[in-house]
């Protein structure tokens, strides 16, 4: 399951009492924008030489963080490819409501 990873390194570090780790786990998005995020997801190990990063953080570490952060709710709608978790199926489709309303709506 995504996060557990980084959960329990955040438990462990506040365990140990290196509150400094913990707030740096607590505040990754300050030092990770969601582009990385987005390639560390889809594993690209590129990314680590990109990044400035503490020798302590581990591929393991960012790759179960950046699952946890792009993980969408919801199915992609065909049309617009976005997340929704409102819509039809239509020819084995998805179709997210909104973009349902707008063809529904034409004239």
Request: glycine share 4%.
């Amino acid at each position: 399951m995504a996060g557990e990873i980084y959960k329990q390194k955040i438990m462990e570090f506040t365990r140990k009492g290196n509150i400094d780790r913990v707030k740096w786990l607590e505040n990754i998005e300050k030092y990770v924008l969601t582009t990385y995020a987005e390639r560390i997801a889809r594993n690209d190990k590129s990314v680590m030489q990109e990044l400035m990063l503490p020798n302590w953080v581990t591929w393991e570490l960012l790759y179960d963080w950046a699952t946890m952060k792009t993980q969408k709710k919801g199915t992609q709608c065909t049309l617009c490819g976005n997340y929704s978790e409102v819509g039809i199926d239509f020819n084995k489709k998805f179709i997210c409501e909104y973009c349902f309303l707008k063809i529904k709506n034409m004239k």
